[in-house]
């Protein structure tokens, strides 16, 4: 049997002058097109396609990241339906003289797999293997019933803006 794809990916860098405003720290934007660029490469390892995003939501900031510092992005696939793709992404910084990563940024995004007309793909099925692996699964789904939530809630309000 073929070896499945990789189902996680981290990316490491340094926090540039250019990813933050005058006070020296990270804009919330640049955090979230990490996040963003993350989940697209551990969705396009799994799926092998080129992927769009779907769904973000409940990005929540805990502590800053400052110019210089290591920042670590790593994604990993929690949950798969027929055609989502949900990776749970985890942002973490620390300085660079410095052992000890702080937490910065946790959400979980949706990414769905896309043909050249930009029809969605099924997607490979992803398994838990681990004990770790079931809690997040269960994770994703428990929030996949909260967003319905939300998306009822926001529909009346998507028409004529
Ligand atoms: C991707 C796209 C082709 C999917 O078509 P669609 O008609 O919306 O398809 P669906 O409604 O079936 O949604 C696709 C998947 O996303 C899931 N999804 C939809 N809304 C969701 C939400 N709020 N939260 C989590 N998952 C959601 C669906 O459950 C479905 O997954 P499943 O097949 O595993 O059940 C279309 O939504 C699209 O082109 N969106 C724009 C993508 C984009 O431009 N992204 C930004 C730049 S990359």
């Known amino acids: 049997m073929a070896p499945l794809p990789p189902h996680e990916i981290t990316l490491r860098f340094l926090a540039a002058p250019t990813d933050a405003n005058s006070s020296g720290k ?3 934007g640049a955090v979230m097109k990490w996040i963003d660029e993350a989940g697209y490469a551990c969705a396009s390892g799994w799926s092998a396609s080129y992927c769009v995003t779907v ?23 929690i949950h798969t339906g027929t055609t989502s793709m949900h ?35 099924p997607t490979l099925h992803w398994e838990p293997q681990t004990e770790q692996d079931r809690l997040l ?25």
Do not use: W
Request: glycine share 6%; hydrophobic share 45%; proline share 3%.
């Open 55 to 77: 769904y973000v939501g409940g990005i929540r900031f805990y502590k800053p990241i400052l110019i210089g510092q290591v920042v670590e992005v790593h994604a990993q696939l």
């Open 87 to 121: 990776i749970a992404v985890n942002v973490c910084s620390r300085d660079p003289k410095a052992s000890e990563m702080t937490h910065t940024t946790h959400c979980v995004i949706v990414f769905v797999a896309v043909d050249k007309d930009g029809q969605k793909l």
């Open 137 to 161: 699964q269960q994770y994703a789904l428990r929030l996949m019933a909260l967003r319905k939530t939300i998306d009822d809630e926001m529909k009346p309000f998507l028409t004529g803006m």
């Open 26 to 28: 990270v804009h919330g």
